[in-house]
T-cell receptor, first 111, second 115 residues
């Protein structure tokens, strides 16, 4: 079936280091969304990418959508302790345009 | 405007009991989806309702059911609770549904513990 693989599953960094999480789909996506879930909280929408090769930035966060619309990445520059949480990607794919979720990447930041 | 509201926030049930969780979507949103989240399992899609009709369903047993009312409020029910049903149950609302690429907004969730 359609899958969205997200790697790595966990990442532990020192504050100030960069961080990247990747999403890879087995099928072409019409769009991809990124969410952040803080520990004990609920997922919060970060951004949506629609166009092939699209790049969007939010302060220290850079989001990319691959040319083939099968993969995406989220890059955080100079991580801060406030970046701690789990980052999920979710893509719309298939004839029934189902939203498919990655399992998330949990980020821990050492101060 | 008010966000997605879920009640109750926390509850403890005994095996074999049933539970009903409630979700009030953002005003104007007609689509409500339900997810189960357990540690290490990510977000598992339960079902989606739009205009009182179940539009999409995940791979959960029939013990899990839901409904949506004319005011878009939704409830989900789990009957004959099992220990493995202990999880965070998240409700999400959007204008016309996840499939449209609309942003979905999550509630804070209902933490269910089955003992």
């Amino acid at each position: 079936g359609q899958q969205v693989m997200q790697i790595p599953q966990y990442q532990h960094v020192q504050e100030g280091e960069d961080f990247t999480t990747y999403c890879n789909s087995s099928t072409t996506l019409s769009n991809i969304q990124w969410y952040k879930q803080r520990p004990g909280g609920h997922p919060v929408f970060l951004i949506q990418l629609v166009k092939s090769g699209e790049v969007k930035k939010q302060k220290r966060l850079t989001f990319q959508f691959g040319e083939a619309k099968k993969n995406s990445s989220l890059h955080i520059t100079a991580t801060q302790t406030t970046d701690v949480g789990t980052y999920f990607c979710a893509g719309v794919a298939g004839n029934n345009r189902k939203l498919i979720w990655g399992l998330g990447t949990s980020l821990a930041v050492n101060p | 405007k008010a966000g997605v509201t879920q009640t109750p926030r926390y509850l403890i049930k005994t095996r074999g009991q049933q539970v009903t969780l409630s979700c009030s979507p953002i005003s104007g949103h007609r689509s409500v989806s339900w997810y189960q989240q357990t540690p290490g399992q990510g977000l598992q899609f339960l079902f989606e309702y739009f205009s009182e009709t179940q539009r999409n369903k995940g791979n959960f047993p029939g013990r899990f059911s839901g409904r949506q009312f004319s005011n878009s409020r939704s409830e989900m029910n789990v009957s004959t609770l099992e220990l493995g049903d202990s999880a965070l149950y998240l409700c999400a609302s959007s204008w016309t549904g996840e499939r449209s690429g609309n942003t979905i907004y999550f509630g804070e969730g209902s933490w269910l513990t089955v003992v």
